[in-house]
């Protein structure tokens, strides 16, 4: 295989360990009691719900109030798939390292012999 080839690869690798990098910097920052606590609780789960009791709230029926309301619940759950992204991103790239040091590792053994 040519050295472009073993280049990509060795991109693909690179490119892995930086979503696994990331993956874990979000576990590390979810263990945190503050993110716990201000994201977790009150915005994914509290402000969420205040949120949908607020977009049938009489107060709160002219259009540029249910605009921003729906906004804001998009927000939250914008926040809440980005975190999920990360994480699935995370576990796809340990499934594509592993497959790219073996073949990394198969192309280097063919070029030893």
Not at 2 to 29: N, P, T, V
Not at 48 to 62: C, E, G, H, T
Not at 77 to 105: H, I, P, Q
Request: proline residues 1%.
């Amino acid at each position: 295989m040519s050295l472009d080839a073993l280049a990509g690869i060795e991109r693909d690798i690179e490119a892995a360990k930086a979503a696994i990098e990331l993956g874990e910097a979000l576990q590390r920052f979810k263990q945190n009691r503050d993110f716990k606590t201000i994201i977790e609780q009150e915005y994914i789960n509290k402000e969420a719900v205040r949120l949908v009791s607020a977009i049938a709230d009489p107060a709160m029926q002219r259009t540029e109030s249910q605009s921003l309301i729906q906004k804001q619940m998009i927000a939250v759950s914008y926040l809440n798939d980005y975190f999920r992204t990360l994480e699935w991103g995370a576990r796809v790239a340990e499934s594509n390292l592993r497959a790219s040091e073996a073949e990394k590792d198969l192309i280097q053994e063919e070029g030893d012999e």
